[in-house]
């Protein structure tokens, strides 16, 4: 699953065009009050209303001008949330080679967004679902086997929530692999010579540019084997 190669189409609410988001070009698109704009749009409108001689109107307008950086954070995360949920639905229809996904695995993907999925104290990112789901794929792929082998059969819906479940279970072993990932990253830029090392062999091998999937997935294997038998 190659993120960059999600794009969303949204229409603006000044001008009416598309505008399409994509990885590259979250900045020209503007998330404020539930509604979406180019990011130009939003400006001229902003500053138009702002001026307005309805002071409800020009006072919200001059709050929003004022703090214009909360706005464009709150849209990033916005629309890089939903170019990561558009992508782990591709993801999925990919993997489990299903055409639709039923509302159950939305809604279970909801609660497991927003955190109130069962047991888990917060909700976990899209992107962090993606690289989790992804980097876990041949465990999972394992652990259906071993459940077949015992007899335990499910069908491809029931697979890919008992999957989600399974990644939404050891998110906490992740996020201290992920911890680790940066002290290995921070030490490697303070200390160039040690590029020729294993380390840096291993950080390699985690790159997302790296075609060495055996090698990710191996170390994945030996997270999630942490996992399981904690
Ligand atoms: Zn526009």
């Not at 214009?68 to 709150?74: A, Q």
Request: charged share 30%.
């Amino acid at each position: 699953m190659n993120i960059r190669e999600i794009e969303i189409t949204y229409k603006c609410c000044v001008c009416g065009e598309d505008i399409s988001v994509n990885l590259e070009t979250i900045g020209e698109a503007v998330y404020c009050d539930k509604k979406i704009y180019h990011s130009d749009c939003f400006a001229e409108m902003a500053e138009k209303r702002a001026k307005s001689k309805n002071k409800k109107i020009s006072d919200k307008w001059k709050f929003i001008l004022a703090d214009i950086g909360k706005v464009r954070k709150e849209s990033y995360i916005y629309f890089k949330n939903r170019l990561y949920k558009a992508a782990v639905c591709q993801f999925i229809e990919d993997n489990y080679y299903i055409k639709v996904i039923p509302r159950s695995i939305h809604i279970r993907l909801g609660d497991i967004y927003n955190g109130s999925y069962i047991r888990l104290p917060r909700g976990i990112p899209p992107s962090h679902i993606l690289d989790m789901w992804e980097r876990k794929r041949d465990f999972l792929n394992r652990v259906y086997e071993n459940n077949i082998s015992k007899g335990k059969c499910m069908d491809v819906y029931e697979r890919i929530l008992y999957d989600l479940g399974v990644l939404a279970n050891s998110y906490d072993s992740y996020l201290k692999w992920r911890e680790k990932q940066k002290k290995i990253s921070a030490e490697m830029k303070n200390n160039p010579q040690k590029q020729n090392t294993e380390i840096y062999k291993f950080m390699e091998s985690l790159s997302p540019e790296s075609t060495d999937i055996s090698q990710k997935h191996f170390d994945m294997s030996a997270l999630a084997d942490e996992i399981f038998d904690g």
